[in-house]
């Protein structure tokens, strides 16, 4: 499809989109079954911190802080009621580790920033935690690429209608491109806007949908294939 001059803004998702992120999640829900392996099965462990991910998620949101909480929730339970404190502090250790890893950037992004520049207005459109999104914006060396980023509250519809009207853009004018089907696409497109998948090998079970049918979505490989459909 030829998107070509139909856009004046392109809006990116950050997390698994421009640099890898789920994988340390992924890591850091390892190293937690790790500690609690004396108290239940991995299985058990795993179960437990995801039903408490899913408590936590809509009172504080997404990040790294909400997965302490879950985590202490988790460790709590499976404990027993009494949270030694060698757990207490193992699971503190892991979200510092996830907290502050090195930011990785997917192959090809730096590229396909570069080509979009200048020809768009690009905006990162993430959600999460203010201050560790921003942190991570700040670092990551692609700034400069971006008009701004956006830490959205959530990527449901509602959201993005707040985001079109915020930068003075009709819903039709909105064109997203983005690992997760859930927040990245199917939002987007149910609001008469426009997606383009790039798909990423880890997906959060959070996260998890069937890709809608729409003729407002384009599927590519990898990010640089993006240039293809708007160069
Ligand atoms: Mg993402």
Known sequence: MDLKNRFSTIFFDADDTLWE???????AEAKFIELLADYTSPEGVQDMLWRKQEDNIPLFGYGSKTYMIGMTDAALELCGGVLPEHIYYGVKKIITELAFHELEIIEGVEETLKALQGRYKLIVATKGDLTEQMGKFRISGLAHYFHHCEVMENKDEKNYLELAAKNDLDPSEIIM???SVKSDIA???NIGGM???TPHEVVWVHEMMDMPESDRIIAVE??????KHLI
């Open 195 to 197: 997606a383009i998948h």
């Open 222 to 227: 990898k990010i640089t294939d993006v240039l």
């Open 187 to 189: 939002p987007v497109v």
């Open 177 to 179: 491109i983005g690992n």
């Open 21 to 27: 992120n789920e994988r340390y999640f992924r890591a």
